[in-house]
């Protein structure tokens, strides 16, 4: 890796679908970028197409010392950075009991302690001549309880309101949002996910890069929150006033139809 001046932009799950938009995004905007994910060879990929100051180095977000390793490596190479942007996350579904022990800890860790620990990381090493900003990708997901996609939910709500606690300890010097997408066409086991759900799928979907539009928008505007799509904005306003029992029996019914488990798979 290389070392260089300039402020960074830090990006987690930059390989995934989502990810992968935020990076062509903020590269069209002439933004230095740091990526990070789990494996070397597609960060090294990822890296070859886009601006060639762009730079890398793997972490396993749910692993303390990986995650220890990678700031060494980013103090190494002497980076500041503007932004983090953190993407990565881990949209296990099924049942709860159907869940191992791997499974509770990933989701858990990747989605919510990886971003606090990132986080406080990305503080110390902020430039401080600039405002910072920091984006969290959160879910329409973690509005409601979940039946049947509970952890996953509750991880998307602890991550909305670390960030909006945040932002008030912050206010002075960084931005920060957390942006809620509804269904985003990125993996294929989420697209078949979506055509099973009819109309309602079609009307909720927005592309990686509609969202990844939207969010850098959000952040630059130093929004709290902000639901992704209009659909589901109308979604949440049209359900706010249900009795949260009646959420929850429509959202068990619908949601116990599919899983999703792509993540241990993959290992
Ligand atoms: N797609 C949707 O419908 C949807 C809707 C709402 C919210 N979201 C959120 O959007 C974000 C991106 O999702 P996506 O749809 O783009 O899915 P994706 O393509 O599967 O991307 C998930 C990313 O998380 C990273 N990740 C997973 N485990 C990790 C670990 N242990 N260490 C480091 N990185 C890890 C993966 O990195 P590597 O594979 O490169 O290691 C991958 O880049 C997630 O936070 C998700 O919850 C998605």
Redesign the pocket.
Known sequence: MISANKEYTLI??????????FCRELSLRGESLFL????EE??NALKSELPEDTLCY??????GE?RRRFFEEVDRAKISFRRLV??????IQKGFERYTEEGIV?QA???FE?AVSFTRAFLSRLDTKVRGEILY?????GIYPMPYFAL?SAT?KALEQFSSALRVELRRRVNVTCV????????ED?KA??STQGLWGKLA?KS?QA?AKASLKAVSRNKRKVIIGFWNKLMRAFTAMLPLSWKMKFIAKKWSKTEKD??LQ?K
């Open positions: 987690t799950g930059a390989c995934g679908g989502l990810g992968g938009a990070t994910g789990r494996s597609r960060l793997p972490c396993d977000l749910s692993d990986s953190y993407v990565a996350g881990v949209d990933l860790r990747v989605n990886g990708v959160g879910s329409v997901s996953y998307k809620l997408p509804g269904a985003i066409p990125t993996r989420i996910n979506i979907v990686p969202v792509a993540f993959e």
